[in-house]
C-alpha cells in the first residue's frame, strides 16, 4: 500500500518534529517554508521598515536570552549538548541546535524553502495545497492525505484599544518589531503590558533611556529588580497627544510607546471549508487543542502557551500521528466537541478569559 503523504506548514520548532515524527512513521512527507531557512521565531533580521512590519515573519530581538533553560528546551529523543555552562542561551544557539536536529535527521531534503502556503482546503476525501513559489512567482497544485499546520503564532500583532491612541505624537509600535535598544536612548518610553516580553524589553530598554514607565494591570507587582529609571503604573485610560493618563489620574509624557500587548492567532492560508474559525483568540473546534474535530486529517501544533514549547509541541505531533496512520481511533465528533466545551468551562471557572483558551500553564501536565 502507498504510504499516506503528509503535508508540513512551516519549519519551525513545531514544523521540524512534524516532519521527522511523519519520516519516522515511514509517511511521504513534504514541507513548504516561505523563508529561505528554517527555525521560524529563532532566525534573527535586523530592524526593518515599520511600514512592512507585516511582512516579517520573527518577533526576534537582538541580545535575547531564553526564558527557559536549555535543559528543558529540547526535543523528547534530541537534546541540547551538554558542552556549554550556561543555561539561558541566546537566539543563536537555539538556531544552531534546530539545525543540527535537522542535520542529524536529515530532514533538509523533505523541505521545500521559499514555499508559500496560500491555501488548504478539503478536496476530495484528500487536502488540496495550492503553494506558490518565492521566485518563480509559481503557483503549484498538490494533494495531501494529512496535513500539520505550523505556522507559528508570534507574528500578527494584537493592540489594545485605548481612547485616543490616535492622538499620540510620538513614535507608537509593537514589541513584534523591537530589535535593539538604539532608539531608545535617552528618550522617555512607556511599555505597555507585563508578560514575558514587557518585562524583558523594560530591562533592555531601561539600560539606556531616561526612564520607562511600565503600565500593567498585574495585582502583584512583578517579581523583577528594574533598574531605577522603571516607574510602574496601571492600564492607560487615555491616550493624549503628549503622553498618556492612567486609570489612577496620573499622567505622564513619553516619546515612544511600546504595546507588549501579545498577538493573535492567524490562519491566512486555511479556506472556510477546513472548518476552522478564530473567535477572540481561541481557535476552534479542535480536540486537545491541536486535531480539527471537523476535518481530523488535519492538526494545527503549536498553540498552547505557557508551556514548554518544545516538548509539548513534539508530544502534539505524536500523539495526532496516532490517528493519521488509524493506529487509534477519535471519539465520535460529538464526544470530541463535548470535551471542548468542558474544558473551556473549566477555564472560566478558573477565572481565564475566552482569549487565554490555548494558555496552559499547570494544565500542561494535566491528561
Ligand atoms: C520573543 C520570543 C521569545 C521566546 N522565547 C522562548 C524561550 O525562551 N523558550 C522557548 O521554548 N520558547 C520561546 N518562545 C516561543 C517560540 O515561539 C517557540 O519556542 C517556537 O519557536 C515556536 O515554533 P513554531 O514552529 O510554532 O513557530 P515559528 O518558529 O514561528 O515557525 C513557523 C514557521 O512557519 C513558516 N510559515 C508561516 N506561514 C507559512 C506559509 N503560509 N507557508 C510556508 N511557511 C509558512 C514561517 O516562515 C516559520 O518558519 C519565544 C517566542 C518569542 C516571540
Known amino acids: 500500500m502507498e504510504a499516506l503523504s503528509v503535508c ?76 556549554s555552562k550556561e543555561s539561558f542561551i541566546s537566539s543563536d544557539e537555539v538556531l544552531k541546535f534546530l539545525n543540527s536536529y535537522a542535520d542529524h535527521f536529515h530532514l533538509r531534503d523533505h523541505i521545500k524553502f521559499q514555499h508559500k502556503v496560500l491555501r488548504i482546503r478539503p478536496y476530495k476525501n484528500k487536502w488540496e495545497v495550492l503553494v506558490s513559489h518565492n521566485i518563480s512567482h509559481r503557483c503549484k497544485q498538490h494533494l495531501f492525505d494529512r496535513v500539520f499546520v505550523c505556522n507559528g503564532h508570534y507574528t500578527k500583532p494584537q493592540y489594545p484599544k485605548t481612547v485616543g491612541m490616535s492622538c499620540y505624537k510620538g513614535i507608537q509600535m509593537h514589541s513584534h518589531l523591537y530589535r535593539t535598544q538604539d532608539k531608545f536612548k535617552a528618550q522617555k518610553v512607556l511599555i505597555i503590558g507585563a508578560g ?7 530591562n533592555h530598554i531601561s539600560k539606556v533611556a531616561n526612564c520607562v514607565y511600565l503600565s500593567h494591570h498585574l495585582s502583584k507587582k512583578p517579581n523583577t529588580d528594574f533598574m531605577r529609571n522603571v516607574i510602574q ?35 491566512p492560508f486555511l479556506s472556510s471549508e477546513c472548518g476552522i474559525f478564530v473567535h477572540n483568540n481561541h481557535v476552534q473546534p479542535l480536540y486537545k487543542h491541536c486535531i480539527n474535530i471537523n476535518y481530523p486529517t488535519m492538526a494545527i501544533i503549536g498553540l498552547p502557551y505557557a508551556v514548554i514549547p518544545s516538548q509539548v509541541f513534539d508530544l502534539q505531533v505524536r500523539f495526532s500521528l496516532k490517528f493519521f496512520k488509524n493506529e487509534l481511533k477519535l471519539p465520535s465528533r460529538e464526544d470530541m466537541l463535548t470535551e471542548m466545551e468542558k474544558d473551556n468551562e473549566e477555564r472560566q471557572k478558573d477565572g481565564l478569559r475566552e482569549r487565554d483558551a490555548h494558555r496552559m500553564g499547570a494544565k500542561q501536565v494535566s491528561k
Open 8 to 83: 508540513v506548514v512551516g519549519a519551525g520548532m513545531a514544523g521540524l518534529s512534524a516532519l521527522k515524527n511523519s519520516l519516522q512513521s515511514n509517511l511521504n512527507a513534504t514541507c513548504f517554508e516561505q523563508s529561505t531557512h528554517l527555525g521560524g521565531t529563532w532566525f534573527y533580521q535586523e530592524e526593518q521598515d515599520v511600514a512592512f512590519g507585516e511582512n516579517v515573519h520573527s518577533s526576534m530581538y537582538r541580545d535575547l536570552r531564553t526564558n527557559l533553560p536549555k535543559e528543558i528546551m529540547g526535543y523528547l529523543d534530541f537534546t541540547y549538548s551538554k558542552q
Open 196 to 202: 514575558p516580553s514587557g518585562i524583558d524589553l523594560t
Open 233 to 267: 503604573k496601571p492600564n492607560v485610560k487615555q491616550f493624549i497627544e503628549t503622553g498618556a493618563i492612567f486609570e489612577d489620574n496620573s499622567s505622564e509624557e513619553f516619546d515612544i510607546v511600546v504595546y507588549c500587548t501579545g498577538y493573535q492567532y492567524s490562519f
